[in-house]
């Protein structure tokens, strides 16, 4: 049996679980061992102790069965009580193996485990690690015997300054297994460490240079490489000699080859065999993508020679229900939303993510800015500085073969809120930055380094991105301009990766609060400390109208600037921070495209107009806002956001005109349209047109009156059948006429008393029983226990005590 490529095999067995590891031969004529990769997510049992004693473990009686990946904050984190569960709990599984090779090696693969691990096997501790967010493996060779083994896990996500990121990030740190477990076997004598370079690649030719580590090499020994394209054809293939236990590949003026880019990710792939006496010891590969870029001084980004506008977004590592530990499908979902949206980069914030997050990127042609997460609590001590250095080297070992990566960022916020006694001492800090720099080349002189918002460091790294919050945490998005000119000027290599601001999705207003003459226009830069500092962030209404605006402006900026690197707004996806407990939603940050359960806001669609050119579309804003009010007559005003050239709107099937799109007018590039309502329901229909003659719809019916709600006066209960056998229960703030109040915005709370359980502490506009009403409206998605059992519902807050609902 001779393997091409390493084989995956999942083998699931009730309880607990059983994993068979075969051995066979990688020929016919010789015992060589296969090399294996077995996914072992299945069946593990969980305990919920903090003990050191392993021995009070195994006396435990009270194991979870679960399946990883797992976090104990999947909940407890984006719940009502303050805090969440900071501390060390179990993890076991039991491990059959039918039998030992004597030249065999056995290893756990762990792509991530949060935040500091110690690993057992038969009760011999035989490994840890400390740092989550980045993979690491543990021999188990000298500790497992025939048969069956018990692997036992200790995670601890406590409180612990000399490891980053700092517990005063503005994001949770979940404590668990919160990545896939892999149990792998390979030869003692074996490859290791391939490392993939395209040092020169032009339109014309491209050279493809590797190295790559041998253990147990002896003078027959050779590295056979061959390189294959997407269709698995041979490019080029050669023998290359071992010196040392080291091997260097190099094919040269490789023709057609086909470049990676943004539009066209096109991949190859790198197999390396390990020959001796022409016998296949041990193969492994990895795939291959030939690009090169290039940042102009004070100018534009370049990829392949063309200029590349940075169009992008960030992403944090989290859903709802789940927290951290995410399927590979919801991390491949939330990616191709992303490029859906029409992205060409993003920002992995603020820590390296999972696997398959880097693989996506790969294959969807998303530039990546991978981060370390020194992200605030200043400068530790030097346990810290270890641990530091030490996970910037697995940061950049690991994921150093993917051609979508062209940052390697060192950091964010550094100085903010230090963790040690004068942590914030910026010549200190410096001296720290510069060996982190130094040590980024060194690992990898074939990608640039970069730093947000640590402006004593901007000369150190090679791209520096400053702090821009206008409109939000300091002046009016009016200032965005003159931002930027300021810093394309000022830096050498100036990109923009944080901006944006909330939105509660569902709420709007006609008037969004833009804080003219409140707050001082020309401001932007964020304050650590704002109790002293007027902005919308604390004036403003959150509304969706208004981050639409705010958007709508930026781009409006980023997209006629032809000296521009581009920006990276924050974030893609609301996400939970234990520093917001008195936001809309109580723990989140509600700054995303996207609700935490991936529904599009407003927002998304501004950014889809703007970048996307392959999905033809229009969106009139706002599908969530189906009930307006205003006096008659009174004349108002409807953009619809398409990435068509021209759009018609009809309004009650009378057309109001067509428009041409022009990404240099405001707003929404120039598709608004002024309007009059009548009472009652009104027909919206936009239809654009691409430039081969192609329509595409938008409808939306607004239910509009021309009376003005009163004062709130009370809550009403209504309900609906989801698809799912669910109830959403909504609430309504209504005057004493019966009218929706589409002006009130306080908290409610929910509670089911009988008959089934909220969908609570999942961070979501329909997920939370504690949540700010959008235009006098909140729902909650309730699940009953059965069909006959009276579901018995409540919403009540300080000035209404209770409203209820009983659904039979």
Not at 29 to 35: G, K, L, P, Q, V
Request: glycine share 8%.
């Amino acid at each position: 049996m001779k393997l091409k490529m390493i084989g995956l095999r999942y083998i699931v067995i009730s309880f607990f679980f059983l994993v068979i590891v075969s051995c066979g031969n990688t020929t016919a004529d010789n015992d060589n061992i296969i090399r294996s990769k077995v996914n072992i997510n299945d069946n593990w049992a969980y305990l919920e102790n903090n003990t050191e004693d392993i021995g009070v473990v195994l006396d435990q009686s009270n194991w979870e069965n679960i399946n990883l990946p797992h976090t104990w904050n999947a909940l407890d984190a984006t719940d009502l009580e303050p805090g969440y569960r900071r501390t060390a709990s179990w993890y076991r599984k039991e491990l059959d193996v039918s039998s030992i090779a004597a030249n065999q090696i056995y290893q756990i693969y762990f792509e991530g485990v949060n935040i500091v691990s110690e690993v057992y096997i038969n009760g011999k501790k035989v490994g840890g690690h400390t740092g989550g967010y980045i993979g690491f493996t543990i021999d188990i060779t000298e500790s497992i015997t025939s048969g069956k083994n018990e692997l036992l896990v200790r995670v601890d996500n406590g409180y612990n300054p000399e490891v980053i990121p700092s517990q005063k990030s503005d994001f949770f740190i979940f404590g668990g297994i919160t990545r896939d477990v892999w149990l792998e076997t390979l030869p003692k004598q074996h490859l290791t460490n391939l490392k993939i370079t395209t040092p020169n690649v032009s339109n014309e030719k491209a050279d493809l240079r590797a190295t790559v580590k041998v253990s147990v090499p002896n003078s027959d020994t050779k590295i056979k490489a061959i390189l294959t394209d997407a269709n698995g054809a041979e490019v080029k293939s050669s023998l290359f000699d071992v010196v040392n236990g080291n091997s260097t590949i190099s094919f040269e003026n490789l023709k057609d080859i086909k470049l990676w880019d943004t539009d066209n990710p096109n991949l190859y792939t790198l197999n390396v065999q390990l020959l001796e006496n022409d016998n296949v010891k041990d193969e492994i590969s990895d795939r291959v993508g030939f690009r090169w870029f290039e940042f102009k001084d004070h100018g534009a980004f370049y990829l392949n020679g063309k200029r590349l506008l940075l169009r992008g977004t960030h992403r944090h590592e989290e859903h709802a229900g789940v927290g951290a530990a995410m399927t590979n499908d919801q991390h491949r979902a939330d990616m191709e939303l992303i490029k859906d949206m029409g992205t060409n980069f993003v920002r992995l914030a603020h820590y390296p993510q999972d696997p398959e997050v880097y693989k996506a990127c790969d294959e969807l042609g998303l530039l990546v800015w991978d981060e370390l997460p020194w992200c605030r609590g200043g400068l530790g001590n030097d346990n810290w500085k270890k641990n530091t250095k030490h996970m910037l080297k697995e940061i950049i070992d690991q994921n150093y073969n993917h051609p979508s990566i062209i940052f390697w960022s060192l950091g964010n916020e550094i100085y903010w809120l230090p963790d040690f006694e004068d942590g914030d001492n910026r010549e200190h800090i410096n001296t720290y930055l510069k060996e982190l720099n130094d040590y980024a080349h060194e690992l990898d002189p074939t990608r640039k380094t970069a730093i947000r918002k640590y402006y004593e460091g901007a000369d150190i790294v090679d791209v520096f991105s400053p702090s821009i919050w206008s409109g939000w945490y300091s002046g009016s998005y009016k200032s965005y301009r003159k931002a930027v000119d300021q810093y394309k000027a000022e830096y050498k290599h100036f990109i923009h990766t944080e901006y944006g601001g909330s939105s509660h999705l569902g709420r709007h207003t006609e008037n969004p609060i833009t804080g003219e003459g409140k707050i001082q226009a020309d401001g932007w830069e964020e304050a650590i400390v704002q109790t002293d500092v007027a902005n919308i962030a604390q004036i403003g209404d959150w509304s969706e109208n208004y981050i639409v605006d705010l958007f709508d402006w930026h781009l409006r900026i980023s997209e006629n600037d032809s000296t521009f690197i581009g920006n990276a707004q924050w974030a893609f996806k609301d996400f939970g921070t234990p520093l917001r407990p008195e936001n809309a939603i109580p723990y989140m940050n509600q700054k995303g495209l996207v609700d935490r359960n991936n529904n599009p806001k407003d927002a998304f669609y501004v950014f889809k107009s703007y970048w996307n050119k392959t999905d033809p579309f229009t969106y009139i804003e706002s599908h969530t806002w189906t009930e307006r009010q205003g006096p008659k007559g009174l004349t108002r005003d409807v953009s619809v956001y398409s990435n068509c050239p021209e759009v018609e709107l009809f309004l009650n099937d009378e057309s109001l005109g067509t428009k041409k799109r022009d990404i240099k007018s405001f707003p929404a590039a120039g598709l608004n349209w002024s309007l009059n309502f009548k009472e009652g329901k009104n027909k919206l229909v936009s239809v654009g047109k691409t430039v081969d003659g192609k329509e595409v719809n938008d409808e939306l019916d607004i239910d509009y009156r021309f009376t003005k709600n009163g004062k709130a006066k009370g809550l009403k209960l209504d309900y609906e059948l989801l698809d799912n056998g669910n109830y959403l229960v909504t609430a309504i703030a209504h005057d004493s006429d019966g009218l929706r109040c589409l002006d009130y915005e306080d908290r409610v709370y929910f509670q089911c008393l009988a008959g089934g359980e909220t969908k609570k502490n999942l961070g979501t506009p329909t997920g939370s029983e504690s949540i700010e009403m959008a235009n006098g409206k909140a729902s909650i998605e309730v699940k009953p226990f059965s069909k006959d059992e009276p579901l018995k519902m409540m919403v009540l807050n300080q000035s209404f005590k209770g409203t209820y609902l009983t659904i039979e």
